[in-house]
């Protein structure tokens, strides 16, 4: 069994080592560096840490102002209060602005749990796509969190980093050569592709292999980066396979599906299928009951390549 | 600048308001006529830029959180050298770099792109931290209007302002009472401003926003104080210096047609 690591714990570890490499780093929170991990920021260099309360608009609209001024700013709350809360405040003073903040956005999807629906971001992609030059990451794992984030700090301009707040099986290896744009090939395969984003990427892992045992081959694509798209591995994917189901902790609606289907649409037409939330809202329970009460785990995204053929 | 040139400047930026809404046929000749005297000292007596060095590191900010008085700031703009006159007749028009609400992407010395209310504000905050943290002592300035006040990211930035102490920054409220709607108190009523901003722990300075001298008195005061922030509450008429525009709501976000604007620029001691 693997190690299994939140993302918002990776990113905890990353901001740290990140800022020693960037003097010019400054982190935000609102109130939540506890649940966000900028705690650990926080503690090593409390000098360019600043608690903006709970005021997620103010924090967005600080944190433009800052990264005008010759800082990266790392700015953090839970997903549903930066994409949704502060939405126009990221599209006007960070996006039109091309601000270099980094929003990261902890405790998205589902399995936030417990919490509830109040809490559960499933449009935060959707949201974020739609904004002119916002470069989006949704990582899988420990290992591509923090490389990402790496590559985020050492790029120019706004970005949208989704973190998770359970905790998820790390799938990949130290060395592995993580690259915004670039989506990673877990598993090669002829017969049908699953395009799979965030956490539930290791569920896709899984199913692939279950479709294995029953003689169906199957590719295994993380797209971590949901803008700008790897166009290349989508479109390979429609003409060497059969079909393509998109994965995502999302809604079904304007995220990683979509995105999907638009390139395919435009460049190569395929049958696409999508495992996600459907237009409904989710609500209280443990993460893992979540995602198999709202159709989010490896048997339901077997099923749903079964369903291609 | 003394009184008198900075009396001769802010006449010369009402005509150019006039002249750059009419030729657009639409803007805010309304709250740009409002802020004008306060933007003209402090663009040609305040603050520490260059029109020719506008990327000077070690430069005061002025953001205009109040984003739809774009006329007035442009007009600054070009009279202290950002960009030629000549180009202010371009305004709200294709491929213009004076944009309907100001782009900093668009418009050098534009240091804030602002436009949706109150987030100037938040952004101008968070300069005056960065300036802080790198330890320069040039300032930032921001201008609000009264309306804008009811937006609540105002509240959010003002209790973060004094939260952090940041005494770099000095905020004006264009109090002209009037918003597209009407008057301040029967959309929304943002009384007492003065009051508000005390609670919230600023040093606040009140003030005649048309009289030069008020006006540099009180910012000489802000930049002396140390500990908080300064908000300086300035009274002022919309539409002022344009007899048929002063009060009027509906001169907020209307073009006057060519014999209003010839009317206008002769009150202003110009021509069209």
Known sequence: MADKIATRQSYGKALVELGAVHQDIVVLDADLSGSTMTKEFAKVYPERFFNAG??????????AGLAISGKTVFASTFAIFAAGRAFEIIRNSIGYTGANVKICATHAGLTVGEDGASHQAIEDLALMRTIPGMTVLNPADDVSARKLLKAAADMQGPVYVRLGRAAVPVIYEEETDVQIGKALTLREGKDYTIIATGILVSQAADAAEQLAGEGIDVRVIDMHTLKPMDEEAVVKAAMETKGIVTVEEHSVIGGLGAAVAQICCAKAPAKVSFVGIRDTFGESGKPDELLEKYGLTAAHIADAVRAMQ | MDKKALQEKAALIRQHIIREVYHAGSGHPGGSLSATDIMTVLYFNEMNIDGHNPLDPNRDKFVLSKGHASPVLYACLAEAGFFPKEDLVTFRKLDS????????????????????????????VGMALANRLDGKTSRVYAMLGDGELQEGIV???????????????????DHNGLQIDGWNCDVMGVMPIAEKFRAFGWNVLELDGHDIDAILARLAEARQHKGTPTV?????????????????????GKAPNREQAEQAMAELGGVL
């Open chain 1, 54 to 63: 709970i005021a997620e608009a103010n924090m967005y609209g600080m944190a």
């Open chain 2, 97 to 124: 770099c004076l944009q309907g609400h100001p782009s900093m992407l668009k418009l050098c010395g534009v240091e804030m792109s602002t436009g949706s209310l109150g987030q100037g504000f938040s952004a101008a």
């Open chain 2, 155 to 173: 509240w959010e930035a003002s209790m973060a302002a004094s939260h952090y102490g940041l005494d770099n920054l000095c905020v004006i409220v």
């Open chain 2, 232 to 252: 300086l509450v300035a009274e002022t008429h919309k539409g002022k210096g344009v007899s048929f525009m002063e009060d009027q709501a509906g001169w907020h």
